[in-house]
């Protein structure tokens, strides 16, 4: 179709919409947001006509590499300290991608611009796409790579585990509260402008180099339509921006959403990619450098700097401060320890680190052996049943954190934990801002002025108050974390899977009372508990020998 | 003299042997999803894909939803709608939709169309039009696409927030794509026309629909079906009333029937594939409203329900049915009389009605 047909076309279809006179669609998911001065833009000129054979044209592609992995037996080349991780990732993706396509109309009921309303259908659909063909390469997975178990299990395991609930957040932040704060800044502007860069470009790079090419098929594939989605968060975004009273909610939701993002996307794809990976060349870059590429460079410096003209505060500080976490907090390492560390709990294995991954990080992050280098080599050593428990139950100088309430990660650079006594419960929080986003954020009013539609922080957001003092192997098997023999543990702290000796059970593990931080905080006297903040902000929480 | 060739640096391919079945070990042979239990022995594609995919604190959701409104939970609660279930989970979509079918499915309507639009003018077909009949196609098929339209994005789009599981919002977001790309098709066979008849008038359709007296009933029904804020209500009142009643009427008992007569091939090709989209998307309608129906536990109340939806809803769309009735006149031959179109659509009406364990109701008589 020639540029003027095209032209032509998108107008005609723009004909479709008119205004109503004897009813208007019902308003089922409110904002605080005000779009009356907004003017008219009209982002995606998508045609049915157009889009359906592009997007078959690509699924073809996919499901050829497919059927070429499966008969070049990519499998025989699959590192499994990869494939391991991509149980827990590829259990959590499709849940924000379904949601993303749940979150549509919340936008389309927001902004009254019908030009966007077909922009943002057609991201429905395409959000469906990805969810549906990622549940496909999984099963894929399970089907053709050597260890099946926890892809088995995969969305139950999503739903009751500690790190899918970090992940879960992702896609219930699209679908709940002020429809703008949810459906257009914290999903497109942040997550699909920002995070997804790592998500579905720097983490398919990683695959490939571990010997998996068909993630990174699915994936830019994926990653082929979010310009498409991009597109429609920037015109609602210009659109909000052309009434004052928006900016303060504007410059509210920009810092929760790149918080939050950060927090969540940063914690889970910096461990898949630094700690999922066999690649130690030095030239590969670290997490770190790619993070300082896709998002510093090509996000906040190309998109979000841009926004200051109409006069919109950037949270400068706090992308400042997540290069700081990321870079000299080692915010990636503690996270990929502390999963390591919750191995029994896990649907997945996690492969120790050898020597050569010991130098490569040294030289990606300085102090980096210092910091962990004695912890994982702890890890190897505890990593058989018979002579010892699984490393959380062991003393090796590294004491178990407390939750953040409101991201879910734990408090993991212990001297910026925050304590705070909210909604009557004793909270621990990772940072100030995530205090901020419960504190302040989250509630039906800020700075003086009603937001009756913000969303709620709800549920049993503590995973560990869930099994406080149970014993270890009765959370397991309730879990479902269990092999075929209805013993062996699905999580396992190797990759030895040629000796059942080697393999941990749920005998293993029983025995073991598991406890909740938070329990022990919310039983503490004021004095105890302060004394016990200093010193869990003051420990450097380091195994020596 | 020549500088120094650059190092290339790759990754080193190794091999692991971690195909399946390179060793034995518990669960190595665990090569299903095992999380639900699929409608057969072995599960479909459809099934692995959808299924569970959007938690439930009822399936395994352990700690609830962690996001919620600022009036009430997150996630998709089942206060969303009147009806009740004792498992929404039971709801498959016998389409099976998924990535894959949705872009076969509709790329391969999008061939059929272009082909068709290709031949036409290269055949010359619209220069047989008579007047009458281009009048018909810009005034009545051009309104009508605007029905479709407001359908896909106010409708359809906005139920799929709703539904409480993957299976059911899954399905009626396909059913969206499905009215866009035939509300598109229209607009765009509408510029066709436009381009290639001089005498066709491609503008008069939004003037059609937003005033001329027989079409008001109809677009007030749309837009009061776009005002239900009930999830069920909404595709009730749609897919099984509305779509019967008028959509049915317009396109099957009235377009389809008599362009042919009228020397009009196109047109029954292209809206054809929209009866087509429809007949898949009343499958899982009728699916899932039986299932309410024959709920063990809520089949009664939920029966009694249809039937409040029923007399709020068949009233408004026989009344948009009725003001129809003129433009049955409109084309020069008039193959088929108002009187049948409306007598076939209230058979497949009833029929559906039975199908899914409705009484008819007695506001289909008045």
Redesign the interface.
Known sequence: MSRQSLTKAHNKITELSWEPTFATPATRFGTDYTFEKAPKKDPLKQIMRSYFPMEEEKDNRVFGAMDGAIRGNMFRQVQQRWLEWQKLFLSIIPFPEISAARAMPMAIDAVPNPEIHNGLAVQMIDEVRHSTIQMNLKKLYMNNYIDPAGFDITEKAFANNYAGTIGRQFGEGFITGDAITAANIYLTVVAETAFTNTLFVAMPDEAAANGDYLLPTVFHSVQSDESRHISNGYSILLMALADERNRPLLERDLRYAWWNNHCVVDAAIGTFIEYGTKDRRKDRESYAEMWRRWIYDDYYRSYLLPLEKYGLVIPHDLVEEAWNRITNKFYVHRVAQFFATGWPVNYWRIDGMTDADFEWFEDKYPGWYSQFGKWWEAYNRLRYPGRNKPIAFEEVGYEYPHRCWTCMVPCLIREDLVVDKVDGQWRTYCSETCAWTDKVAFRPEYEGRETPNMGRLTGQREWETLHHDRDLADIVADLGYVRDDGKTLIPQPHLDLDDPKKLWTLDDIRGIRFASPNVTLNQMSDQEREEWAAAYRANPNVTVA | MTSSAKTR?F?????????????E???????????FKPAKLRAT?YE????????DPE????????????DG???YPQEWTAAKSSNWHAFLDPNEE???T???N??A???Q??LCLENAKRAGAYGNWNTAWQKFIARNLGAW??AE??M???VF??I???GPT?MI??AV??N??HK??F???L??F??DLSESLDTFDG?V??EV??SAEEWQPT??VV??L????DWAELLFGTNVVFEQLVGQLFRSELVMQISATNGDYITPTIVGTGEHDYSRDLGYTRALFRLLTRDERFGGTNRELFGQWLAKWVPPCLEAAYALQPIWSQPAEKARTFADSLAATKEKFTQLLEEIGLDTPKELDK
């Open positions: 640096s990754p080193k391919v190794e091999f692991t042997d971690s195909e399946a079945g390179a060793l070990f518990p669960s190595s042979k665990s090569r299903a999803y095992n999380y594609v692995d894909v959808t299924v569970d995919v959007q938690p399936r395994h959701l352990s700690q609830g939803w962690i996001y919620g409104f600022a939970p997150g996630g998924w990535e894959q949705i872009y076969r509709n790329s309507v999008v061939r169309v272009s696409m605007h339209n407001g896909a994005l106010h789009t906005s799929q927030r709703s993957n919002n899954t977001a396909v969206a794509a866009m790309r509300a598109q098709d607009a765009l509408n510029l503008s359709h939004k629909w937003a677009r007030k837009e009061e776009t005002a239900v804020g």
